[in-house]
Every structure is written in structure tokens, then in C-alpha cells.
């Protein structure tokens, strides 16, 4: 079995291998670490490799290498968080979920790379350097998770562990060109995710990176504790997202929409158009923007946040959906957290009420596809403002409006999604999308995912840029 066979192999196929004896655990390891040594100096995916890999136990996942992003705790290696210098030395704890897939067997070959306290939606830091995406060099990977996907992509790594408040699991994941799961908000632990082991109430989920939805399942099998249950969807219900001239999106995006509606409906889904207005609207920014503001806040000292606040009043006009609502929420103000969580809790009845006859709803991950690594405006210790917008149609959207807009909303209602890529754009780029299920059917989730992505034609594998 050739390197190349060994290292794009699937994660399920793998493991199976491994515990049939057909393939041995250090010549996995060894063809993972020649793909690095080929690949990474172009791509920068990896943070750290382990020189002592995390000691696997005995288990069904016989010892099969993963990544783990670098803000995510394995005691015993460091966590950088995208910082110069690690902040507590190594870990002393692991996160309740990696230790799960430890418990069934997996190596934790190293930590994969992310912007500084995982704040951005492109991969690069003054440690570790800027990570490439692997179909073009000269494109971001997507952050905050970008090194996980770019490894995945690339034949690095079976799976990542990665983790998402805003989007950081699935705009890598579409830029890249591979899977991801978010589960639904409280399936799993969120301790082990943040500096200091801190840990937030909403928002802040732990998921896997995998190149199929099979492999996300296998990692939701370990990670859950739980196996599919054997009913299945039987007719497949899913509403498609149109466009909608409220929210300007790249024509690329809405071409592969339409797109991926006429395959579903020759495929014989039950395919019914949306365009989100029970998800897409100002109170769902608001009350995401609050929630997480007034929950980050608590972090960041009252003299940081005023000056967040005072040096960010231009930032936050140009992000009206986003920035402007984080900012208000670092006052801190216990009243408006309050209506932010209520208006959390109409935002899921609202979606219920819309969506309850549906199985999945597909949306778009952000208004732009895949895009040219650039530059901020100012950097302040890894806050970063980007002035530069992007331009769709006859309209000047910001930075964080255009990565956001369909990414947050998701993330407060707290559902399960799968990333799953649709094709290419006109670059070669890929093009991904969010497959949004209901709370607590992460099988079910996937087993939608499955079928779709059965009837979507597979991407090659990326260039990786060499």
C-alpha cells in the first residue's frame, strides 16, 4: 500500500485496518509524517507534532492519528492558542471530549494552527506563521479552525478536533473543501476550550473535521458515547435556501444553490426553497452579538472592554450585524442579557415553527466563497480590524458582516450542522454549505448528510499547492 493510499485512506477504513491487522500503527504514523514533511512547509497547517504521542488505551479506534486545534487542552502537550509563547506551559487536563477519543484508542499526533485566541476567520499568528489553503497557496483556509481543515484537506491528518462560536468548524471547512459537525449546543463538554480552562454558557462547541460524512459519524460514535439508532429518514425533506435581497451573497454562492436544488429534486428529496427570514433577521444578530459579548466580556478586564469599545466605533459601523452587537455587549448590562436570551429562545421557536415539516434546512456558510489571504488594518495583540470589505453586487459588505451573516444565527439557536462542500467556483475554489438539522438528532443529522452528499458529485483531491 503505497503512502498516498495510507494518508487518504478514510478514517473508518483505517481503524478498521488497524484492528484486522492488515496495517500497522507506526507505518500509518510514519506515511502521516512523510505527508508532512511533503506538504506541510507549503501549507503550515500544524502548530506542534507531539514527540511523545498522546498514549493511546485500548479501544475500537486502534491507535488512529488525529489532530487536535491548538486551543483545544491534552495534558501533557502545550496550547498555544495562536499566542508567541504558550500560557500555561503544557496542559495539566484534557478536554472531557478528546478524552473520550482517547479512551477509544486514538493518537493525538499533534495540535493544528489558529489565529491568536481564536479570533479571526483566517489562520496566521506570529508563532506559528500563516497557514495556506491547500487547493490554492495563495487563499486563507477559514479560521478560527483553518489548520485543522487545511491538514484534513491535505492528507495531514484522518480527522481534527476543532471547535466553533462563530463559525470557526464550518468556514474552514467549506474553504477547504471537507466535512465538519457541530453538534447541537450542550451535547458536549465545553470545558478545555478556552484560556485558563475557562468555559462559556453558550455558543462554544467542541466537533469534528473529517473528509466524508461517514468519518464524522465514526467521531460522533466516540465522541457521544451513542451509535446511529437503526431508523433512518425514510423520505428526505429538505429546505433549500434562495436568495433574497436583504442578504447580498456572491453570485458563485447562489449559483451552486441553485445548483444543488436541481440535483436534490432529479435525486427525488422533497425540496422546498427558503430564504431563512425566521433565522436571517436583526433580532437574531442582536441577540447573538449580546450573548456573546456580555459572555467573552467576563474575561477581559472593564478598562479592555471600554477601550474595546471606544476604538472600535468605526469597526463597529461598518459591521452592523456583528461587531456593533459584540461591542454593546461588553458593557456587560445584566438587563439586555436577559432579553438576548430571550430572544435566543423566540429565534429557536421561530425556526421550529418554520421548519418543523423539514428534515434539514440547507444554508449558505457565509455571503463569499473562499478568498485571498489579506491583511487587517490594525492588529492590538491579535484583535484584529480588517477595512477592507468585500464587494457583492453593487454593495460594500464588511469583513465579519460577509463571514458571519449565515454563521451566527445558526450558532444561536443552537442546532446541529454538518458542513458539507457542493462543488467548485470558478477559481477551483470549493464551495460549502450548511446542513442545519434539529436539536439533539445529530443522527439523524447525519444520515441526511449521507444521502446528500451520495447525490452531490465527490471532490478531486486538492493540489495542496506544490
Not at 500503527?25 to 514527540?51: G, T
Not at 467521531?219 to 439508532?229: D, F, I, R, V
Not at 429546505?239 to 436541481?262: C, G, K, L, N
Amino acid at each position: 500500500m503505497s503512502n498516498n493510499q495510507i494518508v487518504y485512506g478514510t478514517a473508518r477504513k483505517t481503524s478498521d485496518a488497524l484492528a484486522q491487522g492488515k496495517i500497522d500503527l507506526p507505518d500509518v504514523i510514519e506515511a502521516l509524517a512523510a505527508r508532512r514533511a511533503e506538504v506541510d512547509p507549503h501549507i503550515k497547517a500544524f502548530d506542534s507534532i507531539a514527540q511523545e504521542p498522546a498514549p493511546t488505551r485500548s479501544g475500537p479506534l486502534c491507535g488512529l492519528p488525529i489532530s487536535i486545534k491548538d486551543q483545544i487542552h491534552v495534558a501533557g502537550q502545550p496550547c498555544h492558542f495562536g499566542l508567541d509563547t504558550a500560557t500555561d506551559g503544557p496542559c495539566r487536563d484534557t478536554a472531557p471530549g478528546i478524552e473520550r477519543l482517547m479512551d477509544a484508542g486514538v493518537t493525538v499526533i499533534g495540535k493544528t494552527n489558529l489565529p491568536p485566541y481564536a479570533m479571526d476567520f483566517q489562520t496566521f499568528n506570529a508563532r506559528a506563521g500563516r497557514t495556506n489553503n491547500p487547493w490554492n497557496p495563495a487563499f486563507t483556509p477559514g479560521g478560527s479552525s483553518g489548520g485543522g481543515a487545511a491538514a484534513v484537506a491535505a492528507g495531514m491528518s484522518y480527522l481534527d478536533i476543532g471547535a466553533d462560536l462563530s463559525g470557526s468548524l464550518r468556514i474552514p471547512a467549506a474553504f477547504c473543501g471537507v466535512f465538519s459537525l457541530l453538534p447541537s449546543q450542550g451535547a458536549l463538554s465545553g470545558k478545555g476550550l478556552m484560556v485558563g480552562n475557562n468555559s462559556l454558557d453558550h455558543f462554544a462547541r467542541l466537533g469534528p473535521i473529517a473528509r466524508s460524512v461517514d468519518d464524522l459519524a465514526l467521531a460522533w460514535t466516540h465522541l457521544s458515547g451513542t451509535t446511529m439508532p437503526d431508523t433512518a429518514i425514510s423520505a428526505a425533506r429538505i429546505a433549500v435556501w434562495q436568495p433574497d435581497e436583504s442578504t447580498p451573497v456572491e453570485t458563485r454562492i447562489s449559483d451552486a444553490f441553485s445548483q444543488v436544488a436541481s440535483l436534490l429534486t432529479v435525486a427525488k428529496f422533497a425540496v422546498s426553497q427558503t430564504s431563512a427570514d425566521s433565522l436571517l433577521n436583526d433580532g437574531t444578530y442582536k441577540s447573538y452579538g449580546e450573548i456573546m459579548g456580555y459572555e467573552t466580556g467576563v474575561f477581559i478586564p472593564p478598562v479592555g472592554r471600554f477601550a474595546a469599545r471606544l476604538f472600535g466605533r468605526s469597526a463597529a459601523r461598518r459591521s452592523p450585524l456583528f461587531l456593533a452587537h459584540v461591542l454593546s455587549g461588553y458593557k456587560r448590562d445584566a438587563k439586555a442579557y436577559q432579553l438576548a436570551i430571550s430572544g435566543r429562545k423566540s429565534a429557536q421557536q421561530a425556526f421550529d415553527d418554520e421548519f418543523g415539516d423539514v428534515d434539514a434546512v440547507l444554508l449558505p456558510v457565509c455571503a463569499v466563497g473562499a478568498f485571498e489571504h489579506r491583511k487587517p488594518a490594525s492588529d492590538r495583540n491579535g484583535v484584529r480590524d480588517y477595512a477592507e470589505g468585500f464587494e457583492i453586487g453593487n454593495r460594500n459588505v464588511s469583513y465579519l458582516d460577509a463571514l458571519t451573516c449565515f454563521t451566527t444565527p445558526v450558532s444561536l439557536i443552537g442546532n446541529p450542522v454538518v458542513t458539507l462542500p457542493l462543488g467548485l467556483d470558478d477559481r477551483g475554489m470549493p464551495i460549502g454549505a450548511q446542513l442545519v438539522g434539529k436539536r439533539g438528532q445529530e443522527w439523524a443529522l447525519l444520515d441526511m448528510a449521507g444521502k446528500l452528499s451520495a447525490t452531490i458529485p465527490e471532490l478531486p483531491r486538492p493540489p495542496c499547492g506544490i
